[in-house]
T-cell receptor
Framework: DVKVTQSSRYLVKRTGEKVFLECVQDMDHENMFWYRQDPGLGLRLIYFSYDVKMKEKGDIPEGYSVSREKKERFSLILESASTNQTSMYLC?????????????FGSGTQLSVL | QQQVKQSPQSLIVQKGGISIINCAYENTAFDYFPWYQQFPGKGPALLIAIRPDVSEKKEGRFTISFNKSAKQFSLHIMDSQPGDSATYFCAASIETSGSRLTFGEGTQLTVNP
């Protein structure tokens, strides 16, 4: 069964801390995505990557960066966490080359910034 | 700017009833319209999807209706069951964008026994 694994289910951090959210997929997918999910706002795309070492900004990249050193791993970095980054973060992956690829999501990381 | 608008935000339906969730989009370049279903504690999962060359797609109790001229599409769940209780997201993308989906705000569906 295909799997997207996010390292933490819940995370509590302090304002100003550097935060790393890790995501690993075992499907050999080329595409990986980071979304944040907020009530009433749906899922909003932060960053995505179509290949190793490659990254593209999504709709709300401010305050975030990403790293993709290996094909299976995509990390989201909050350089200096702020309270408005308290949210559910969802990682997803998909297979490149097919038309309208299906996204496979992890179970999410609920981040609280105090 | 929300390019995909979804309504209602929440919906309560009795078992056996029909659940209807609506979405409207702005970008006429969108050519792929999936619906994702999310249970508590889980990530969203693809439920059903449609392309604008057809006006309707049915998979079991789930049907997407698509109105290209109105730039609207909707999800109909027939004979709704308590197990359908979940959050539903509509989405849209451009075929050449490589899975870059724009999601609606989500609808929390509760089906009462």
């Amino acid at each position: 069964d295909v799997k997207v694994t996010q390292s933490s289910r819940y995370l509590v951090k302090r304002t100003g801390e550097k935060v790393f959210l890790e995501c690993v997929q075992d499907m050999d997918h080329e595409n990986m995505f980071w979304y944040r999910q907020d009530p009433g706002l749906g899922l909003r795309l932060i960053y995505f990557s179509y290949d190793v070492k490659m990254k593209e900004k999504g709709d709300i990249p401010e305050g975030y960066s990403v790293s993709r050193e290996k094909k299976e791993r995509f990390s989201l970095i909050l350089e200096s966490a702020s309270t408005n980054q308290t949210s559910m973060y969802l990682c997803a992956s998909s297979l490149a080359g097919a038309v309208n690829e299906k996204l496979f999501f992890g179970s999410g990381t609920q981040l609280s910034v105090l | 700017q929300q390019q995909v608008k979804q309504s209602p935000q929440s919906l309560i339906v009795q078992k056996g009833g029909i659940s209807i969730i609506n979405c409207a989009y702005e970008n006429t370049a969108f050519d792929y319209f999936p619906w994702y279903q999310q249970f508590p504690g889980k990530g969203p999962a693809l439920l059903i999807a449609i392309r604008p060359d057809v006006s309707e797609k049915k998979e079991g109790r789930f049907t997407i209706s698509f109105n290209k001229s109105a730039k609207q599409f909707s999800l109909h769940i027939m004979d709704s069951q308590p197990g359908d209780s979940a959050t539903y997201f509509c989405a849209a993308s451009i075929e050449t964008s490589g899975s870059r989906l724009t999601f609606g705000e989500g609808t929390q569906l509760t089906v009462n026994p």
